[in-house]
Nanobody, 125 residues
Framework: VQLQPSGGGLVQPGGSLRLSCAVSGFSLGLYAIGWLRQAPGKEREGISCDNSDGSTYYVDSVKGRFTISRDNAKNTEYLQMNSLKAEDPAVYYC????????????????????WGKGTQVTVSS
């Protein structure tokens, strides 16, 4: 099982980035996936997740700005990030929930079983 996030980089405040998470070793269509981030000096926090039935959840800090989606045929999960703010810089991770587990609005990180290595997002003018 592998999850490989990509797409991070440097963007100006108000800008956009799209993160991708290419998965292998399992069929994306059967699993819930979450996105998390960890800023320097802070704990890793779950920010968004989606279930295989298409239901999606976001924490308040990203709601209305970030959109999670997936392409099961490509085994790739996405996180579209718009209107990026000074508080968004962090290392972003994608992670998988166990088979038949569902993610919830709280996007709890302790419910996930496999993690990618992370991709850095920097917001600066």
């Amino acid at each position: 099982v592998q999850l490989q996030p990509s797409g991070g980089g440097l963007v100006q405040p108000g800008g956009s980035l799209r993160l991708s998470c290419a998965v292998s070793g399992f069929s994306l269509g059967l699993y819930a996936i979450g996105w998390l981030r960890q800023a320097p000096g802070k704990e890793r926090e779950g920010i968004s997740c989606d279930n295989s039935d298409g239901s999606t959840y976001y924490v308040d800090s990203v709601k209305g700005r970030f959109t999670i989606s997936r392409d099961n045929a490509k085994n790739t999960e996405y996180l579209q990030m718009n209107s990026l703010k000074a508080e968004d810089p962090a290392v972003y991770y994608c992670a998988r929930y166990p088979f038949r587990a569902r993610c919830s609005p709280s996007v709890r990180r302790d419910g996930m079983d496999y993690w990618g290595k992370g991709t850095q997002v920097t917001v600066s003018s």
